[in-house]
Nanobody, 116 residues
Framework: QVQLVESGGGLVQPGGSLRLSCAASGSIDSIKSMGWYRQAPGKQRESVAG???????HYEDSVKGRFTISRDNAKNTVYLQMNSLKPEDTAVYFC??????????WGQGTQVTVSS
């Protein structure tokens, strides 16, 4: 069973940038689409962006133009480059299958805090 480990979160000022990584313990070649999700305090987990095996991407309107998802199948890693961060981007970020996550894949996530 593939395990996913998210990293790269932290505290950043509004307008700043972070790059998140999602490393898989096994091959993600067979996973058609991977994506990023986030959960803010007191809110439900929501999707952020997804990428197919051949590189097609999808973004939620709230992050379109600011976030970029990418995927390195050779390294079994998915990335999320986040620019122009806003306080409302504050959340725990997770990676999983996309657009329908697999409950067995949920990891610990990585905390992103945008604050001055």
């Amino acid at each position: 069973q593939v395990q996913l480990v998210e990293s790269g979160g932290g505290l950043v000022q509004p307008g700043g940038s972070l790059r998140l990584s999602c490393a898989a313990s096994g091959s993600i070649d067979s996973i058609k689409s991977m994506g990023w999700y986030r959960q803010a305090p007191g809110k439900q987990r929501e999707s952020v962006a997804g990428i197919t095996r051949d590189g097609k991407t999808h973004y939620e309107d709230s992050v379109k133009g600011r976030f970029t998802i990418s995927r390195d199948n050779a390294k079994n890693t998915v990335y999320l480059q986040m620019n122009s961060l806003k306080p409302e981007d504050t959340a725990v970020y997770f990676c999983n299958k996309y657009p329908v996550p697999d409950f067995q894949f949920w990891g610990q996530g990585t905390q992103v805090t945008v604050s001055s």
